[in-house]
């Protein structure tokens, strides 16, 4: 075999230096999001998202890598939020109280009680409203990928608590990122809220360190509340509402190709979640009937409408506080217009 000469080796190595250095330029790094979310591991929120991140990998031909961090291992929401804030995650799925923690105004969804008769309501103003909280939450650097509800929070007690006034002599578990100016209002009303993480709600049912818990039914159900908690008030205080959002920062990294793929693949996930969690809220609490022995108390008309005036006298409280005023009176319009249309 003839050596090769040393011409011919220098132009075999450039050209392969050439080609080398072409497939690194034209080939982009993977970007991996990573996502936090308090859905507890398993649960259609998990497998969903999950689903969500498989379609995302297969539409970008691997060049986006999605993985879920469920059941609040990366901290409460308000945690969570600050680790996107310094790049140590880049989505999150967070319900209002989390959303609040980027801007105020999403609160207007899940801080009226009562507001909501219905969750088509809810629903109506939540899609009105929409644009104006995704422009403010793009304003402070993050992208909205879906909105949905998982239906009604609930009141669970160890104790029948079917009047506001039964919830008095009760422990109340509110998060520990809790809004400081919504405890106080909860305080003034003569209740005894008590600031805990969720991950400490079941030891503090356990051992007394509280009596009562709002959540939604699925969570009461996979938190295990319900051994503890044998008492649910069906009220319809208010919806759990949340986003999935991702940094603004990661959403620019991708191509804008890429990106219509994985929001229509997003927007298709939304609103599986909605819909599962829905249907999985009602089944939660007949789970726990049937198998637990809890005791749903359904309202009457005459003690809905206590609730009720309870719930407004406190609206001056909220509004401008818990809730931006101008959110807060938009909600309200948004209501009466539905109603005005759905007679």
């Not at 050209?15 to 080398?20: G, K, Q, T, V």
């Not at 939020?81 to 790049?87: E, I, K, L, P, T």
């Not at 927007?267 to 009602?282: F, H, K, T, V």
């Amino acid at each position: 075999m003839r050596r090769m000469t040393s011409t011919a080796l220098i132009l075999t190595l450039g050209l392969f230096a050439y080609s080398a250095n072409g497939l690194m330029l034209t080939a982009a790094p993977a970007v991996s999001i990573k996502l936090a979310t308090l859905a507890p591991a398993g649960t259609s929120y998990d497998l969903i998202l999950k689903q969500m991140g498989e379609k995302w990998r297969k539409a970008t031909n691997g060049e986006v890598n999605l993985r879920v961090y469920p059941g609040g291992n990366q901290g409460s929401e308000a945690d969570i939020v600050r680790r996107m804030n310094v790049g140590e995650l880049q989505a999150a799925m967070l319900s209002v109280g989390g959303l609040s923690e980027i801007d105020p105004t999403a609160a207007a969804l899940q801080e009226i009680p009562m507001l909501f008769r219905s969750l088509a309501e809810e629903e109506y103003v939540r899609e009105k409203m929409r644009a104006d909280f995704e422009r403010r939450l793009l304003a402070k650097g993050f992208v909205a990928l879906f909105w949905g509800d998982s239906g009604w929070v609930r009141f669970f007690s160890r104790n029948a608590g079917i009047r506001p006034e039964d919830f008095k002599s009760m422990k109340i578990f509110v998060t520990a990122s809790s809004n400081a100016k919504e405890t106080q209002i909860i305080q003034s009303l003569g209740y005894k809220p008590v600031a805990l993480d969720w991950a400490d709600a079941l030891i503090q049912l356990q051992t007394g360190g509280v009596d009562a818990v709002q959540a939604p039914p699925i969570l009461a159900l996979s938190g295990q509340y319900y051994t503890v908690v044998k008492h649910m008030t069906e009220l319809n205080w208010v919806p759990l509402v949340g986003a999935t959002v991702v940094t603004k920062r990661a959403w620019d990294s991708i191509p804008q190709t890429m990106r219509d793929l994985m929001s229509a693949g997003a927007a298709d996930a939304g609103r599986q979640i909605q819909e599962s969690s829905r249907r999985e809220s009602d089944e939660s609490v007949d789970t726990m009937k049937k198998k637990w022995g809890l005791t749903v108390h359904t309202l009457t008309p005459e003690l809905e409408q206590q609730w009720r005036a309870f719930a407004e006298a406190i609206y001056p409280q909220i509004r401008g506080t818990l809730v931006p005023a101008d959110v807060f009176d938009e909600a309200r319009r948004l209501v009466a217009e539905y109603r005005a249309s759905h007679k």
